[in-house]
C-alpha cells in the first residue's frame, strides 16, 4: 500500500483548496475526473463553476466537436486529499446547454420531481468482486485453479475464507468520512467478492451516493494494487453473480397498512418486467442474461414473480415485512453494473408515472418526461 500521508500532504494550501471534478463516462459504467484549484471552499454547490473536458477520449464526442460541459451537481468531502478538499458530483451537457445522451441523471432527476410528494427512499445493495492487480483473476484465487466451493465465504472471517478486507474496511471509513451514507458490508458467497448497502436515500440522491461510493471503492483499491471488477457474472460456472439489490419504500408503504402498496406495485412491475431489464445494466439486459438464469439466489431473466423471504424471486418481501404489514420491498433484478439513476427512474416510473396495460398494449418507445 503506498502511503497516502505523505510529507506532500501536509503542505499549507494557503486558503485555497483542491476540487476533484467526477462525471460519468460514455460507457455509462465508468467514472473519470479531473482536478481544478479553487480560492475558498464552497458554502453550496452553486457556487462552483463549471468546467468541461475531451470528449473525445471519454467516449462521449469526435474530435472536431470535443468539448463536453461539466455541471456541479453534489459536494462531497475528500477522504484522500482530506482537509477543506472536495470531492465534486457532476453532469454532462452540450454546449448548447442540452443535456448529454450519457447524463442519465438528468432524466431521473425529473423523474424524481414528479414524484416528491410519495417520498420515495432506496436502499441499494452494491455487490462487487475484487481482482488481482493483472486483471486476470479473482483476488488472491490460485492462478490456475479454483478455491474450495462456495459455503463458507459468506460472512466469513479468516485468512482462508475472506480476501481483501483491507480494501472493505478502507472503504468503509473513506465513504463515512465524504459523507456518503454507507450503511453497512459483508463478505459475499463467492471468494473475493464483497458487498456494501448505501441508504436510505431519497430521491436522485440514491444515483448521486451510490455513484460517489463506486469511485472511492476503485481509488480506495488504487492504494492495495487491487482492481475492483462490477461485472455481473465475473466467473462462469458454480459462482454466485453480483447485483445491485434495490430496496424501496414510499410514504404510503411506510404507514400502518403498507403491504396492499407493496402488492399493488407488484401487479404493476409484472407489466413492466420487460422495460425493468432493458433498464437494470448498462446493456440493456445482456450483462443480466448471464447473471438472472434462476440459480445462484435468482430468479429467471423470462419471468416476474416475487414472494415473503424468497430470495429466489424478482423482488423479495422480507419476512418482517410482511408480518408487520408495512415497510419496504427488495428489487433483486439490477445487475452490479446498473447505472443507479436508470434503476431509480424506471422504479419511479413504473409505480406513478405511466399507465400499466398488459404486455400485448405497452407501447416500446422509452416514455420522455418533460420538466
Known sequence: MTNLRTPYSELDQFGSIMAYYMWIDGSGQNLRGKTRTLPKKPTCVHELPEWNFDGSSTGQAIGENSDVI????????????????????????????????????????????????????????????????????????????????????????????VYGREVVEAHYRACLYAGVKIAGSNAEVMPSQWEYQVGPCEGIEMGDHLWVSRWILCRVAEEFNINV???????????NGAGCHTNISTKDMRAAGGLKHIEAAMAKFELKHDEHIKAYDPNGGADNARRLTGRHETASIKEFKYGVADRGASVRIPRHVAALGYGYFEDRRPSSNSDPYDVTSRIVKTMFLEETKPPAMVDTNEITIEC
Not at 457532476?90 to 448529454?100: L, M, Q, R, S, V
Not at 432524466?107 to 493483472?134: H, R
Open 70 to 161: 461539466i455541471k456541479p451537481v453534489s459536494i462531497f468531502r475528500d477522504p484522500f486529499r482530506r482537509g477543506e478538499n472536495i470531492l465534486v458530483l457532476c453532469e454532462t451537457y452540450h454546449h448548447d446547454g442540452t443535456p448529454h445522451p450519457t447524463n442519465r441523471r438528468h432524466a431521473c432527476s425529473l423523474a424524481m420531481d414528479l414524484v416528491k410528494d410519495q417520498q420515495p427512499w432506496f436502499g441499494i445493495e452494491q455487490e462487487y468482486t475484487l481482482y488481482d492487480s493483472n486483471g486476470r483473476h479473482p483476488y488472491k484465487w490460485p492462478e490456475h485453479g479454483y478455491p474450495g466451493p462456495q459455503g463458507p465465504y459468506y460472512c466469513g472471517v479468516g485468512s482462508n475464507r
Open 229 to 239: 471488477n462490477f461485472d455481473p457474472k465475473p466467473m462462469e460456472g458454480d459462482w
